[in-house]
């Protein structure tokens, strides 16, 4: 299962990444979204603020801006409090907005697409299963099916 998840990722993602790049939005990856939406609706943000907002963690997170930063989208900025550390937009990463935003339009137009075509909407059954998976890990969900000589070594 995992393996074919991360297939699906793999085409979800490197196709949207490689219709960045044909509509001129060079060295932009899908997983710098979360963020760009964050700080497109809320400013300046502190990493915590970017893991609640985008629910990733914050090892996640701290990657991806670190990234975004090389790519000057964003700058590392002191807060009001001189310890607190805020991500902001740069210049680059403003200028590029209207575009990701018109990309993002036709992003969720072809994810209709796609979904018109499966039995039911692929975001439905991801949320289906990642509530399912909050109740019960799936690593629990293992443990439960292995026999108990298993369990003991």
Known sequence: MGTRLRHLLELLDGD???SYSACGIENYKPRYTPVMRTLMQK?????????????????????TVKDMVKQE?????KG?????????????????????????QATVSAEKSLNAELPLPLSDLLDTAINALERSRFQDRIQRQLPEEIKKQ
């Open 43 to 63: 400013g300046d943000v502190t990493i915590g603020e970017i893991v609640a907002s985008a629910q990733l963690s914050q090892p996640a997170v701290s990657q």
């Open 73 to 77: 989208l964003v700058e590392i900025v």
């Open 80 to 104: 009001v409090d001189a310890r607190e550390r805020k991500v902001r937009l740069t210049h680059k990463g403003a200028l590029l907005l209207p575009r990701l935003k018109a990309h993002w």
């Open 16 to 18: 949207v990444s490689k």
